[in-house]
């Protein structure tokens, strides 16, 4: 789960959706890394968890959406999400220690702070 800084952004070549919505829209019933969220409710519960902790937004990208992936899953699915930092150093933190959490949970290496304005979230 790497982080990047300067203008770099993991949205700027990828397809993405606003995570909520996303999910909302979706009729798959295990849409967002189905091996971390038992279901789209427990995606939404992250997603908003991340919102309310200072995410200026929350982004899916990487989404399965093929004919094969609709037709098994009843809709799309993705294990990605791309969060937009806040400029405030307390969110930030906040946001950081969420993002801890999941990398050691995955066996991930974990990134500090140094001014990037997005983190990447996958889910292997």
């Given at each position: 789960?790497?982080?990047?800084?300067?203008?770099?952004?993991y949205?700027?070549?990828?397809?993405?959706?606003e995570?909520?919505?996303w999910?909302?829209?979706?009729?798959?019933?295990?849409?967002?890394?189905?091996?971390?969220?038992?279901?789209?409710?427990?995606?939404?519960?992250?997603?908003?968890n991340?919102?309310k902790?200072?995410?200026?937004?929350?982004?899916?990208?990487?989404?399965?959406?093929?004919?094969?992936?609709?037709?098994?899953?009843?809709g799309p699915?993705?294990?990605?999400?791309?969060?937009?930092l806040?400029?405030?150093?307390d969110?930030?933190?906040?946001?950081?220690?969420?993002?801890t959490?999941?990398?050691k949970?995955?066996?991930?290496?974990?990134?500090?702070?140094?001014g990037?304005?997005?983190?990447?979230?996958?889910?292997?």
């Open positions: 789960m790497p982080g990047r800084c300067g203008s770099f952004s949205l700027q070549n990828s397809n993405y959706f995570a909520k919505d999910l909302n829209e979706n009729k798959n019933a295990f849409p967002l890394a189905s091996n971390r969220f038992n279901s789209k409710e427990d995606a939404l519960k992250f997603v908003d991340l919102y902790n200072g995410a200026q937004g929350v982004y899916v990208i990487n989404v399965y959406q093929d004919s094969r992936t609709i037709k098994d899953e009843n699915y993705a294990d990605t999400l791309v969060v937009k806040p400029p405030d150093k969110n930030r933190k906040k946001l950081f220690d969420i993002y959490d999941e990398t949970r995955e066996g991930f290496d974990t990134v500090s702070d140094f990037q304005s997005e983190l990447l979230f996958w889910w292997d």
